[in-house]
Antibody
Framework: EVQLVESGGDLVQPGGSLRLSCAAS????????MSWVRQAPGKGLEWVAN????????YYVDSVKGRFTISRDNAKSSLYLQMNSLRAEDTAVYYC?????????????????WGRGTLVTVSS | DIQMTQSPSSLSASVGDRVTITCRTS??????FNWYQQKPGEAPKVLIY???SLQSGVPSRFSGSGSGTVYTLTISSLQPEDSATYYC?????????FGQGTRLEIK
């Protein structure tokens, strides 16, 4: 079965750290760009980070730059998000997503496959 | 950053109605534009990519159109299972941005 399963979400104090994992199965993980997208409770979707197939390119939303690090282990078909210096505003469900490309140019891509998400709560 | 203005923020419609949701972007995004559906407690699911391409497995009552800075999602004949929140998203440039969502309720 083609799926993504996130884990690692927890309650953490402000300033703390957490590492999220995403296990992929049913497809060739090393062939895809991957992403993290988050959703604060009752709010909309916010893109967090992207990583290229070989890990050579990584991109982040400004609000997490310098605090979060996206990485991957293609041998283990796994995606990670290391989160440091956590803030209350980082509280959210974090989704792992696979990026698929259309045929209409370099910007023609979308989040084709999503995990069920893992909840990160930053609170004292 | 490309700003996304989605409207309406919520709507209520009856089974069989034709429903349209609109998203306006702060700059032209060359049809690099996607629509997602999210039901309560579930992950989002892509409906439309590249402004008008229907994702495999998505019912044909869903369609997308638009160009430049204005894009629309249309449900041709609303079904009870279409009750959800719908999000637009641009993939033209970083940072990737989403609309604020449209909550669709079935009367």
């Amino acid at each position: 079965e083609v799926q993504l399963v996130e884990s690692g979400g927890d309650l953490v104090q402000p300033g703390g750290s957490l590492r999220l994992s995403c296990a992929a199965s049913g497809f060739t993980f090393s062939s895809y760009w991957m992403s993290w997208v988050r959703q604060a409770p009752g709010k909309g979707l916010e893109w967090v980070a992207n990583i290229k197939q070989d890990g050579s390119e990584k991109y982040y939303v400004d609000s997490v730059k310098g605090r979060f690090t996206i990485s991957r282990d293609n041998a283990k078909s796994s995606l990670y998000l290391q989160m440091n210096s956590l803030r209350a505003e980082d509280t959210a469900v974090y989704y792992c997503a696979r990026i698929d490309f259309g045929a209409s140019g370099p910007g023609d891509w979308y989040f084709a496959l999503w995990g069920r998400g893992t909840l990160v709560t930053v609170s004292s | 950053d490309i700003q996304m203005t989605q409207s309406p923020s919520s709507l209520s419609a009856s089974v069989g109605d034709r429903v349209t949701i609109t998203c306006r972007t702060s700059q032209s995004i060359t049809r690099y534009f996607n629509w997602y559906q999210q039901k309560p407690g579930e992950a989002p699911k892509v409906l439309i990519y590249g402004a008008s391409s229907l994702q495999s497995g998505v019912p044909s009552r869903f369609s997308g159109s638009g160009s430049g800075t204005v894009y629309t999602l249309t449900i041709s004949s609303l079904q009870p299972e279409d009750s959800a929140t719908y999000y637009c998203q641009q993939s033209h440039s970083l940072p990737i941005t989403f609309g604020q969502g449209t909550r669709l309720e079935i009367k």
